[in-house]
Nanobody, 125 residues
C-alpha cells in the first residue's frame, strides 16, 4: 500500500519561497502520475501542479504558472513542489496525491487514488 507524507510547509512572507516534499513508502512513485493540490478554508480542493508517470510531462494551474515547479527524484521516492514568489492567496493546506495506475498522463482534477495528510502553507506579513 502506497503511503504519502508531505513536509516543508510553514509561514512565509509574501514574495518568499518554500519547497514542499512528498515522500512515499510502501511502493515506488516511479512511473506514477503525481499531483499537488491545495485547499483553502471554505474553498474546494484545487489542482496546482502534476507530473506524468508516462513521460514526466508537467502541468500547472494558471494561478501558479511561472512561480511553482514540480519535480521528482525516483531514487529518493520523493516528489517536490518548489514555490517561489508566494502570495497571500497561496495560503492553503497542500496535499500530494498519486495515481494507482502506472504510465498515465497526469491531470489536475482530484481523481487520484492515494493521498497524503497535507501540510499547511501560510503566506502572510
Amino acid at each position: 500500500q502506497l503511503q504519502l507524507v508531505e513536509s516543508g510547509g510553514g509561514l512565509v512572507q509574501p514574495g518568499g519561497s518554500l519547497r514542499l516534499s512528498c515522500a512515499a513508502s510502501g511502493t515506488t512513485l516511479a512511473y506514477r502520475s503525481i499531483g499537488w493540490f491545495r485547499q483553502a478554508p471554505g474553498k474546494e480542493r484545487e489542482g496546482v501542479a502534476c507530473i506524468s508517470g508516462r513521460d514526466g510531462a508537467t502541468n500547472y494551474a494558471d494561478s501558479v504558472k511561472g512561480r511553482f515547479t514540480i519535480s521528482r527524484d525516483n531514487a529518493k521516492n520523493t516528489v517536490y513542489l518548489q514555490m517561489n514568489s508566494l502570495k497571500p492567496e497561496d495560503t492553503a493546506v497542500y496535499y500530494c496525491a498519486a495515481d494507482r495506475v502506472l504510465l498515465r498522463q497526469c491531470v489536475l482534477s482530484p481523481g487520484y487514488d492515494y493521498w497524503g495528510q497535507g501540510t499547511q502553507v501560510t503566506v502572510s506579513s
